[in-house]
């Protein structure tokens, strides 16, 4: 492999093969019109303690406009923190793809992606995987603010909190939501497999793990109380933000099938 590439494999066999853990990556891009470039910045954290050394590790990446590739290529990734210019980017991209295919075995974060920007790549993505992330951003943001609200109640001694108008979604889900549920669970593009897969609810919020040890409501006070684990415990906070979005969405999906299969 180091003759056909023409590269030194040992820095990154050794990275990867002698210490544990794995690549995580903040990333976020930006464009400039008047340049017509995009630019990717990236930083590693989490490095391992006894060894900080970068990873190094491919990132293939492409910008999408209405759900085509419009550029692509695979950026060799190995400082701490790096740049990627993409020039002659003649109109802004709708979204980055970032490590498609799934390039590099890691985690990655996009730190300036809007909630729009999130819910468009999670329908017009073509990397299929990337579709879940993004998916999987906007549902673990919505399932905090349920925690959130559920902790403002709390605060405010059981009294639910009023709604300001276009404020956070609170203990309702959004509408946008539901729309983006609904686009997927119909998106006949995609296998009925991939749908359940990607439409899928568990119990954690991957984005806030700030917001695994709170406990927002009596039930999870009862439950906290004679849990004797700490996991048990982390997963009574959780549980109530999952069965206080799935519900809903779940009735949601039942609602949308039967209008489809029984239209009068």
Known sequence: MEHASGQSLMPMAN????????PHILYSGSYDSAART????MEQTQLPAADPQPWILPVDWALVKDGAVTHTGVHRL????????IRDVETEP??????????YFGTHANTKASGAQL?????????CVNRYFAYRAVVDAEKAAIIEALRTERAAGGQPEQRPEGGAPGLTVSPELVQLHAAILFDEQMTAGARASLLREGEDIHTRKD?????????????????????ARC????RVATVALTLPLHCISFHFFVSFACPH
């Open 15 to 22: 990275l990867w093969l002698r210490r544990s853990g794995h």
């Open 38 to 41: 995009y630019t990717v910045s």
């Open 78 to 85: 190995s400082a701490a923190k790096d740049a990627l210019v």
């Open 94 to 103: 709708d979204f980055l793809s970032f490590a498609r295919n799934w390039s």
């Open 119 to 127: 819910a468009r790549q999670a329908l017009t993505d073509p990397d």
């Open 211 to 231: 917001l695994s040890f709170l406990y927002v409501s009596r039930e999870i006070q009862r439950e906290h109380r004679y849990s004797r684990t700490p996991a």
């Open 235 to 238: 997963t009574a906070a959780q």
